[in-house]
Structure formats: C-alpha cells, structure tokens
C-alpha cells in the first residue's frame, strides 16, 4: 500500500492541526494504520493507531485527550486531529500500514511496512 501525508504546518502552541493520509494501491481495509512522529535527534515513536475497522485505537500518553485518529475506508483515509498543541508535539509525522484484520493494535513501528513520505509539525511557543 502506498501512502500520501498531508496537512502539516506552522501553528501556535494550543492551536490544531488535521493530518490527512491518503492511501492508494491494496485493500485499505486490510490494514491497521498508525501515526508516528520523530524531531530532531529522536527516535521515531507511535502518537496513535487504529485497527482495520475504526474499533480500537491507541494513544500515547502524551497525547491522549489532545489527539484524536479516525479512518474512512470508503475513502482509504486515515485522519489524525490534533488540538491544543503544544511545542513538544513538533515533529515530522508519518503514516504507516500494517497488514492486520485483528482488533489489536500495535504501536511498535517495527510491525508497520508500509510509511508515508512525513510532514512537517511546528508549533511555536
């Protein structure tokens, strides 16, 4: 599956944003997908993932109550909503898939084949 992050940018601390990942060639809804996140000097890490049909999903804590994610396999998008972000939530964010029909998710990146080209998230403080 091929993946298309979009709708990054430069926002004030406590502002939002919506990332869109458009996904093209296999069965979307075959996949589990997730949103990871990697700034300056890190590793990457797992902000929130979603099972196949929307039913589970999984935040880190950092972000839980801020981020929201939600899929529309009609349209082979994921979504991610992020509010009242802060400096710390700047980094580039990818999509990724990972072939799973289970309810589980998982937020290691290793399990996750398929990723997104990243975009930019810059929050100023």
């Known amino acids: 599956v091929q993946l298309q992050a979009s709708g990054g940018g430069l926002v004030q601390a406590g502002g939002s944003l919506r990332l869109s990942c458009a996904a093209s060639?296999?069965?979307?809804?075959?996949?589990?997908m997730g949103w990871f996140r990697q700034a300056p000097g890190k590793e990457r890490e797992s902000v929130a993932t979603?099972?196949?049909?929307?039913?589970?999903?999984l935040y880190a804590d950092s972000v839980k109550g801020r981020f929201t994610i939600s899929r529309d396999n009609a349209k082979n998008t994921v979504s991610l909503q992020m509010n009242s972000l802060k400096p710390e939530d700047t980094a580039v964010y990818y999509c990724?898939?990972?072939?799973?029909?289970?309810?589980?998710?998982?937020?290691?990146?290793?399990?996750?084949?398929?990723w997104g080209q990243g975009t930019q998230v810059t929050v100023s403080s």
């Open positions: 990724a898939a990972r072939f799973s029909r289970s309810s589980t998710v998982v937020a290691d990146k290793k399990y996750y084949r398929s």
């Open positions: 060639g296999r069965t979307f809804s075959e996949y589990a």
């Open positions: 979603i099972s196949w049909n929307g039913g589970t999903t």
